[in-house]
């Protein structure tokens, strides 16, 4: 029997809570390329690369954390012990896939690529609600974060003092939102495909599970045809106009965070 005590369970030790110092040091540096880039200390251009590289990583750990708490809510009290839960990135199971080729994709492609790296135990999960739900908490948190850094916007706040700041806060917003968006479609291997798995009828969670290690090269090829792009980043900007995030920010925080782009000229 599993006996809990103020939401925790008994057995787990409280350092399974805490915050890593790695995702700490995510947050502190973004914090501090933040603040320099509203200062314009040295290369503005790096400051903003700084800024929205850590604050991309911290995304992902958030995305991933989103996952394991509403797994260790839903059953899955082993995410805990697998330090899920510290939002520490070298306890995840696929490192390369949920950090390493998204930042490529965020540096190459201007994309908010998902990743995938929290495994859960579903046969631990308590109803069919709590597996969808889980699935669901990663691109929530990408949305979360999305809104947050959006909001400065929608108030309408003064950015012409610290343009180089505020065009790579809305580029980390945009970050977001293409990530919450590709999370969403009903791949295999993908949450948006996940969400809907516990409901589906045995032939086709056959098929999912069969499809699911093959889901991420669909998704590559799907971004490389430039219709299935056009139609895409579309949907991008029509959700950024309902929350109120400029369409400009997305294309001057992409070629800002290349500074590299100007070596030569």
């Not at 540096?107 to 739900?133: C, E, N, Q, Y």
């Amino acid at each position: 029997m599993t006996i809990h005590r103020r939401g925790l369970v008994v057995g787990v030790p409280r350092e399974a809570f805490r915050p890593s110092a790695i995702f700490l040091s995510l947050v502190a540096l973004m914090i501090a390329s933040g603040v320099m880039a509203w200062q314009h200390f040295g290369n503005v251009r790096f400051d903003v690369f700084l800024f929205v590289v850590s604050g991309w990583l911290v995304s992902l750990c958030l995305h991933e954390y989103g996952h394991a708490v509403l797994a260790y809510r839903g059953g899955d009290v082993a995410v805990a012990h697998r330090g899920y839960l510290t939002l520490n990135p070298l306890k995840y199971t696929h490192w390369f896939l949920s950090f390493v080729l998204p930042l490529l994709f965020v540096l190459l492609g201007g994309i908010g690529l998902p990743g995938g790296a929290v495994w859960v135990d579903k046969h631990a999960l308590r109803s069919k609600l709590a597996d969808s739900l889980v699935s669901a908490a990663g691109p929530a948190m990408n949305l979360l974060f999305a809104l947050g850094l959006s909001v400065p916007f929608i108030v309408g706040v003064d950015v012409s003092g610290h343009v180089e700041f505020w065009v790579g806060v809305g580029f980390l917003a945009f970050l977001q939102l293409t990530a919450t968006l590709l999370n969403l479609l009903p791949i295999p291997g993908v949450d948006g495909a996940g969400i809907i798995h516990p409901w589906m009828s045995y032939p086709y969670r056959r098929f999912y599970d069969q499809a699911a290690p093959y889901g991420m090269f669909v998704l590559f090829a799907l971004l490389v045809s430039p219709t299935i792009k056009r139609l895409f980043f579309g949907a991008v900007f029509f959700v950024a106009s309902l929350i109120g995030l400029p369409a400009y920010l997305y294309g001057a925080g992409f070629h800002m965070i290349r500074f590299w782009s100007d070596w030569g000229n």
